[in-house]
């Protein structure tokens, strides 16, 4: 069983950064990390949880919601089974619980997720 753990949450204040990390382990044989789609998610409270960022298998294409563009930036090092994203110009509304999410054909794995606090 895939197991993703986050890290790097906290609280900043607005126009400040944080590096979220996702660190994933328990791959069954023939199965490795480059293999997976990942993406980052998030849940502000009281309402739905929203893709925010993906990154292809290759890790050559990226993909962003349109009110992270510019903003963030999302990254994964297969040979560290790791996948980041990099969060500059942290605005209020970016508040939420950040998941890591894993993606192998119709199979998802969600990490527990790590709670990011933009307030002054």
């Known amino acids: 069983q895939v197991l993703l753990v986050e890290s790097g949450g906290g609280l900043v204040q607005p126009g400040g950064s944080l590096r979220l990390s996702c660190v994933a382990s328990g791959f069954r044989p023939g199965y490795r990390f480059s293999m997976y789609a990942m993406s980052w998610y998030r849940q502000a409270p009281g309402k739905e949880r929203e893709w925010v960022a993906g990154?292809?298998?290759?890790?050559?294409?990226?993909k962003y919601t349109d009110s992270v563009k510019d903003r963030f930036t999302i990254s994964r090092d297969d040979s560290r089974n790791t996948l980041d994203l990099q969060m500059n110009g942290l605005k209020s509304k970016d508040t939420a619980v950040y998941y890591c999410?894993?993606?192998?054909?119709?199979?998802?794995?969600w990490g527990q997720g790590t709670q990011v606090t933009v307030s002054s």
């Open positions: 990154i292809i298998s290759n890790g050559r294409i990226t």
């Open positions: 999410n894993a993606r192998l054909g119709t199979g998802d794995v």
